[in-house]
């Protein structure tokens, strides 16, 4: 059973703070890693991608990949009390499009203004 | 471009009932997901297609969960007849070549 394994929070952080979100895999051939954002009554919405190993900034989201250690992050600078949501972290074996994910059960992040 | 559409948006049914929800993907995508995303939990797949043809649907419970994409373009998930577990929110998907989903705004089934 292919797993992926967040803690589940709440993580409470106060504005401007660096929120730091964690993700373990178990399927070692896991090869793309994502991060989807999720208001509450929401659809999850795409925020980052990483599919080699090391850090990959995109404004104020950094995400960090360590494939040996079948570890992947999400930082997020500068916390803004709209970052609140749910943050869930997805894995795919495939390296191409079209591809099945598999969610983690998400992490609930609060930013405190 | 317009999204995922996805209807309805809400339907509370009594156990033991069948229940429909439609997709309409992103136009050129031919690839079609459905997730069950039960309260708390992430999403599960339940069934991807790709264009008519069913890619996956090894999660899918096949004595009560049937879909369908007919033509490759839209898309209905049924449930027949629904339990009380089936009480999930059901967000349907659409991706094309390169990376990442566009979720639609899901259906949320309240069962019972």
């Known amino acids: 059973q292919k797993e992926v394994e967040q803690n589940s929070g709440p993580l409470s952080v106060p504005e401007g703070a660096i929120a730091s979100l964690n993700c373990t895999y178990s399927?070692?051939?896991?090869?793309?890693f994502f991060w989807y954002r999720q208001y509450s009554g929401k659809s999850p919405e795409l925020i980052m991608s990483i599919y080699s190993n090391g850090d990959k900034e995109d404004g104020r989201f950094t995400a960090q990949l360590n494939k040996a250690s079948q570890y992947v992050s999400l930082l997020i600078r500068d916390s803004q009390p709209s970052d609140s949501a749910t943050y869930l972290c997805?894995?795919?074996?495939?390296?191409?499009?079209?591809?099945?994910?598999?969610f983690g059960k998400g992490t609930l992040l609060t930013v405190n203004p | 471009e317009a999204g995922v559409a996805q209807s309805p948006r809400y339907k509370i049914i009594e156990k033991r009932q069948s229940v429909a929800f439609w997709c309409n993907p992103i136009s050129g995508h031919a690839t079609l997901y459905w997730y069950q995303q039960i309260l708390g939990q992430g999403p599960k797949l339940l069934i991807q297609f790709q264009n008519n043809g069913v890619v996956d649907d090894s999660q899918l419970p096949k004595d009560r969960f049937s879909a369908e994409r007919l033509k490759g373009v839209d898309s209905t998930l049924k449930i027949q007849p629904a339990k009380l577990e089936d009480s999930a929110v059901y967000l349907c998907?659409?991706?094309?070549?390169?990376?990442?989903?566009?979720f639609g705004s899901g259906t949320r089934l309240t069962v019972v």
């Open positions: 997805a894995v795919t074996n495939s390296g191409g499009s079209n591809y099945k994910l598999t």
């Open positions: 399927d070692r051939v896991s090869q793309s």
């Open positions: 998907a659409s991706s094309l070549e390169g990376f990442g989903y566009t």
